[in-house]
């Protein structure tokens, strides 16, 4: 699936958010490597630290479907510049694929990519990797 169609679904899917809040609605659009996507859109909380961010409410509805690899997520938000995952989805991505693809695109038509090895070099480091290797307990 290209990036623009992936992009499209990530768009339509940032129409539902839930950001009374910020008002900074995000669409996320996640493509497992047999070609099913799965979409997701941020849901906030008046606790403001239980909101949930488009890309992690794709994995869950992905996960939850029986998908578990991943090859590309699309991100689209309404911002002057595209808007990359945050720390915390970072890591929860990946759990799943450390070499997802990220696409993140505005409304605008700005775009930019990258691969999560680049913004999350290794996830494992000095947690899971780390027991594997005996170094801690
Ligand atoms: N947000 C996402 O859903 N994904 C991102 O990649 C950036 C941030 C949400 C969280 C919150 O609801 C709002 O955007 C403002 O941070």
Do not use: W
Request: with cysteine; net charge negative; glycine share 8%.
């Amino acid at each position: 699936m290209s990036n623009d169609e992936l992009t499209k679904i990530a768009t339509s899917a940032r129409e539902a958010a839930y950001a009374p809040y910020s008002k900074f609605r995000v669409g996320a659009a996640l493509l497992t490597t047999s070609g099913k996507v799965f979409s997701g859109c941020n849901v906030e909380n008046v606790s403001l630290g239980l909101t949930m961010c488009a890309e992690r409410s794709a994995l869950a509805a992905a996960i939850a479907a029986g998908s578990r690899d991943f090859a590309k997520v699309a991100v689209v938000t309404d911002s002057i510049r595209p808007a990359l995952p945050c720390g915390a989805c970072r890591q929860v991505l990946a759990e799943f694929n450390p070499d997802l693809k990220i696409v993140s695109a505005t409304l605008q038509g700005a775009r930019e990519e990258y691969g999560l090895e680049e913004l999350l070099p290794k996830p494992n480091q000095g947690i899971l990797g780390a027991n594997e290797h005996g170094e801690a307990s």
